[in-house]
């Protein structure tokens, strides 16, 4: 009675919201709100000094260097590559096309640990790639950026797709009426069109390569100062006990998140109404 | 007469690209593609079976690969059971009443989404761990979470926390209150009308979010790492087995085990696919009825 009373806007004839709302906010309190609260309240019984010196030590800079750097490449190159892919897989057949269409999901599907160890033996120098390539990616920062770019992959190809089959012949029709060039309705009208969508994808898989873990480690080869990300930082301060450490980085990192997520939401809002939806 | 025949060949060639610039783009899709997920997914089984199917057998019925597997199944057994009724309860609130605070409810949902599976397992070290809030209470009454199963359980359950949701979600806003409504009017109880209206229509919405939260739930790495210990045949989980068997250069024992969860992978895949043709049916439907 006590959420219809003081939350419902609008009479309902239809049963079970105060069961459904109480339960929904015990669940979430209990499984995310109260533990996510338990980070903030454990860095507050640490001095500011003392916080300051956990999040900015050497080595935990430069884990944010390569976290947030191998991210933004990662989803950098999701971008370039994201939109070929999606471009061709709405408006191109070839043979198999549907097959891989259905493949692009297998980063989400494929469990990190899985990832990791496949990319590691790819990548390596007696690999199946890595014995092409003239230097070295597993063991090194490189191989970070691989796995992220992997764990990103479909980020960008699915917020695009649907965007794409939304595209109006009639604009493109327009523009090669009016004399542009192919080249120049795909710069002038159809990516002015598509970038809030591309964005919105960028940021996504930045978001996700940024927490990252399970496909990184088995390939990162994890020397300190070189190829470390910040969650493994994480697990090495848990290991030796140092909690207020570990958890002083988390919070670093769950802030960054926030503040990420708050700009896809802003972002797929503008991409929304870009399409007028 | 000319111009005729001419004009709609231009305007075709207008609003396509030049054949080899299809080509290319195809190729430089497919390269990029190859790369980064047919040739991993390829050699997970190409390693798995290197060492001869003998090999392969033994390790995915080796004791400690079989407990890790039967934790797996419970850890996904208990988490996904758990997130589909809160799926459900938070769809009905959300999707079929107006009113204040939803969106924030409706951000905090998506919440665990944005956490890395590191820190997902970090919280319930600083609330159950020994050092943590309630370890010393834990300890006295001899119950263990950090460590031990439950601890993996409610890791499980936080990283796969929002998927049911948010595939209801959407989907019942769009249905609307209208049939529910009707129900109501003809004198159908709560139960009935969820039964008989409600989950008619959002079932395959309900399957996929199931499919997309079990094989997170199966493949959960980063949270479930930190939470377990790592005490083999107790507190392993499959891809917890695969790290272990990798570090002590079992390669063949881990891709073995690992193409299992490939396996997994691929069966989701498909799952996904056909029953994604149906929500996407059911959306349709649901907005041509708004209109």
Redesign the interface.
């Known amino acids: 009675m006590l959420f219809s009373r003081t939350l419902l806007k609008r009479h309902s004839v239809l049963p079970g919201f105060d069961l459904a709302l109480g339960f929904t906010l015990l669940y979430l309190s209990f499984i995310v709100l109260v533990p996510l609260s338990a980070a903030f309240l454990k860095t507050a019984t640490m001095t500011w000094p003392a916080f300051w010196d956990a999040v900015t030590a050497p080595r935990v800079l430069a884990s944010y260097r390569l976290t947030f750097g191998a991210s933004l490449g990662a989803a950098l190159l999701n971008s370039v590559f994201g939109l070929v892919v999606a471009w061709v897989l709405v408006r191109y057949e070839f043979p198999a096309k549907r097959l891989i269409d259905a493949l692009v999901d297998l980063p989400f599907a494929l469990p990190t640990a899985v990832a990791g160890i496949a990319l590691t033996a790819l990548y390596a120098q007696n690999g199946w790639i890595g014995r092409f390539l003239p230097f070295k990616v597993s063991f090194t920062p490189l191989g970070v950026l691989v796995a992220l770019t992997f764990i990103g992959l479909p980020f960008v190809v699915r917020t695009l797709q649907p965007v794409l089959e939304d595209l109006h012949k009639e604009i493109e029709e327009a523009a090669a009426t009016l004399g542009a060039s192919r080249l120049q309705t795909f710069t002038k009208v159809i990516f002015p069109i598509i970038s809030p969508a591309l964005l919105t994808g960028f940021a996504l898989a930045f978001a996700r390569a940024l927490g990252e873990y399970g496909s990184v480690i088995f390939i990162a080869g994890n020397m300190p100062l070189i190829s470390e990300i910040t969650p493994l930082l994480i697990i090495t301060k848990l290991e030796q006990y140092d909690y207020t450490g570990a958890t002083a980085i988390a919070v670093v990192m769950l802030v960054s998140a926030f503040a990420l997520l708050l700009a896809i939401n802003a972002l797929q809002a503008w991409t929304r109404a870009r399409q007028g939806r | 007469m000319s111009a005729v025949i001419v004009a709609p060949r231009s305007?075709k060639s207008?609003?396509?690209?030049?054949v080899w610039v299809?080509w290319t783009?195809?190729g430089?899709?497919?390269a990029?593609?190859t790369?980064?997920?047919?040739?991993?997914?390829a050699?997970?089984f190409a390693?798995a079976f290197k060492k001869g199917i003998g090999v392969y057998f033994a390790a995915i019925t080796d004791p400690d690969a079989l407990s890790a597997i039967k934790l797996t199944l419970i850890a996904a057994g208990i988490s996904v059971p758990m997130n589909l009724?809160?799926g459900v309860?938070?769809a009905?609130?959300i999707a079929?009443?107006?009113?204040?605070?939803k969106n924030v409810?409706l951000?905090?949902?998506?919440?665990?989404f944005?956490?890395?599976?590191?820190?997902s397992g970090?919280?319930?070290?600083?609330?159950f761990?020994l050092?943590?809030?309630w370890g010393g209470w834990l300890r006295d009454h001899d119950l263990k979470i950090i460590f031990a199963v439950p601890g993996i359980v409610?890791a499980t359950?936080?990283v796969t926390?929002p998927f049911v949701a948010r595939e209801l979600i959407p989907l019942m806003q769009a249905q609307g209150?209208e049939q529910?409504?009707a129900a109501?009017?003809l004198g159908a109880?709560?139960w009935q009308?969820?039964r008989r209206v409600t989950l008619p229509n959002v079932k395959w919405a309900l399957l996929y979010g199931v499919i997309?939260c079990n094989?997170r739930a199966?493949?959960?790495?980063?949270a479930v790492?930190?939470v377990s210990g790592h005490i083999r045949g107790q507190t392993n989980t499959?891809?917890?087995h695969?790290?272990i068997l990798?570090n002590e250069y079992q390669?063949a024992a881990?891709?073995a085990v690992?193409s299992l969860?490939?396996g997994?992978?691929?069966v989701?895949?498909?799952l996904?696919?056909a029953v994604e043709r149906r929500v996407r049916a059911q959306k349709k439907l649901a907005g041509e009825r708004a209109e």
Not at chain 2, 218 to 222: A, L, N, R, Y
């Open positions: 305007l207008a609003t396509t690209e030049p299809k783009l195809v430089i899709a497919l990029f593609l790369l980064f997920l047919f040739v991993p997914l050699i997970v390693e009724v809160f309860a938070a009905w609130c079929k009443f107006e009113f204040r605070g409810l951000t905090l949902i998506d919440l665990p944005s956490v890395s599976p590191v820190i970090l919280i319930y070290v600083l609330i761990g050092q943590g809030w409610l359950v936080f926390f209150t529910e409504e109501r009017v109880s709560g009308i969820f997309l094989a199966m493949g959960e790495f980063g790492s930190v499959m891809p917890l695969i790290e990798y390669f881990a891709f690992a969860l490939a997994l992978a691929l989701t895949l498909v996904k696919y």
